[in-house]
C-alpha cells in the first residue's frame, strides 16, 4: 500500500487535518493562489502542444493556433453572455470528463467506455461539492443562469454516481489496493468538501489533483522525461500566455457582465471559457501517448 501512496495522497491527507482549524479566510486565499498559479499556468502551453500534435514548425503556420484558440475562448464567453444555462451544464459536463480523463488516463485499461468511466469520475467530484455547498452552488448557478437547482437532484445523482463508479472501479482496478487507495482518495475529498470551503474544496482537486499531474504529463510529452531542465523550459514558454490569461481575467472582473460582489461566478466563468480549448488540447495530447 505505502508504494501506492504519492505526493498528493499525502498533502491532501495534511489538508484533511488543517482544514478543521484553518479559518475560512484563508482556506479561499490559499485557494485562489493556487488557481491563479498553478491552476492557470497548466493551461498555458496549450498552443506548444498543439503545434507539436500537428508538426507544423513554421512560425507563420502558429499564427491559426492563435486564431483558433482565442476564438474559442472568445466563443465561450459569448455563449456564457447570451445562453448562460446551455454554457454553465456544457462547462460542468465537459469538466467532468477532463476531471476524469486526467486521473484516470494511464491507469484505465478498458478501451471501450473509457469516456463513461472519466465522466462519471469528474460528476462524482462536482456532485460531492456541490452537495455539501448547496447554498453557495445554487446561488452561483442562478446568478450566473437564473436557474434554481433543487437539492434532490444532487444528492440522487451523487448516489447513483457513486453506486455506478464504485462497480466500475471494481472491474478496472488492477488490484485491490489500486481500488482501496483511490476510495481512500474520495474519502478524504469528501471530508475536505465537507469541512472546508467551496472554494478552499474547488481550488484544492483543481491544483493538486489535476493541475499538477497535468503539469507532468505536459512535460513528459514536450520534453520527453521531467527533469529541472524540462520545467524551467516549460515556465518560461507558458509565462507569457499565463500573464495574459490573469490580464484576462482581470479585465472579465472589471469590465464583465456579473456584479463585482458575484466574485464566484466571475471566477467560474472565466475558467470556463479558457477550459473549452484546454481540453481538446489534452484530449489530442492523451491521444499521441496512445499513438504516437
Aim: net charge positive.
Amino acid at each position: 500500500m505505502p508504494k501506492k501512496v504519492n505526493f498528493s495522497h499525502l498533502i491532501t491527507l495534511i489538508c484533511a487535518f488543517f482544514v478543521f482549524f484553518l479559518p475560512e479566510k484563508w482556506q479561499n486565499i490559499s485557494s485562489i493562489l493556487g488557481i491563479l498559479t498553478f491552476g492557470i499556468l497548466h493551461g498555458a502551453n496549450d498552443l506548444k502542444i498543439l503545434s507539436k500534435k500537428v508538426t507544423q514548425k513554421s512560425r507563420f503556420l502558429e499564427i491559426p493556433f492563435w486564431v483558433i484558440y482565442i476564438g474559442v475562448v472568445l466563443l465561450g464567453i459569448f455563449i456564457f453572455y447570451f445562453i448562460p444555462g446551455i454554457a454553465l451544464l456544457t462547462f460542468v459536463l465537459v469538466s467532468c470528463y477532463h476531471f476524469g480523463e486526467q486521473h484516470w488516463h494511464n491507469k484505465l485499461e478498458l478501451q471501450k467506455g473509457r469516456s463513461f468511466f472519466f465522466s462519471t469520475y469528474g460528476a462524482l467530484i462536482f456532485l460531492m461539492l456541490f452537495n455539501f455547498h448547496y447554498t453557495e452552488v445554487t446561488a452561483v448557478i442562478f446568478q450566473i443562469s437564473s436557474v434554481q437547482m433543487p437539492y434532490n437532484f444532487f444528492w440522487i445523482s451523487l448516489l447513483i454516481g457513486a453506486c455506478i463508479l464504485l462497480i466500475l472501479t471494481g472491474f478496472n482496478s488492477k488490484t485491490y489496493k489500486d481500488f482501496l487507495v483511490e476510495w481512500m482518495v474520495l474519502g478524504l475529498l469528501a471530508l475536505l468538501f465537507y469541512k472546508g470551503t467551496l472554494l478552499f474544496g474547488f481550488g484544492l482537486y483543481f491544483v493538486l489533483w489535476h493541475s499538477l499531474p497535468s503539469l507532468s504529463s505536459q512535460v513528459n510529452y514536450l520534453y520527453v522525461k521531467e527533469t529541472s531542465k524540462s520545467y524551467k523550459e516549460y515556465f518560461k514558454s507558458a509565462f507569457f500566455y499565463w500573464i495574459l490569461a490573469l490580464i484576462g481575467l482581470i479585465i472579465f472582473y472589471f469590465f464583465g457582465v456579473l456584479p463585482k460582489d458575484q466574485y464566484l461566478s466571475v471566477f467560474f466563468s472565466f475558467l470556463a471559457a479558457i477550459t473549452f480549448p484546454h481540453v481538446v488540447v489534452m484530449g489530442l495530447m492523451f491521444e499521441s501517448h496512445k499513438n504516437p
